[in-house]
């Protein structure tokens, strides 16, 4: 498969996963999957092999979690406490 085939593909198929999760944690995956993938556009072929096969492990993960579906079913995520939300966030 072309490489910018599968790209999209699995950047699209991500995106839709993240619709079943809480609005600030599909923000943020959003943007983070936003970013990676622009990051890895131009990177060479040796590089986009792990790359794709991590990020189509966590596209299974977010499946298997939601239910197979692209926008509901299982319980997705966790709670996190004040300290690692802290953490999380970026600092200005």
């Known amino acids: 498969m ?11 198929s991500i995106l839709k ?7 600030k944690m599909r ?10 993938f622009g990051r890895h556009k131009n990177a060479e072929p040796k590089f986009l092999g ?3 096969t991590q990020w189509e492990e966590y596209l ?3 499946e298997e979690k939601s239910g197979g ?3 509901g079913g299982g319980s997705v995520g966790r709670n996190m406490g004040a300290e690692e939300v802290s953490a999380a966030n970026p600092k200005a």
């Open 60 to 62: 299974r993960i977010l």
């Open 27 to 36: 923000e943020l995956g959003d943007a983070y999957v936003k970013t990676e």
């Open 50 to 52: 792990p790359f794709y």
């Open 69 to 71: 579906g692209g926008g």
């Open 2 to 12: 072309c490489r910018n085939v599968r790209a999209v593909l699995l950047y699209r």
């Open 17 to 23: 996963q993240h619709r079943a999760l809480p609005d």
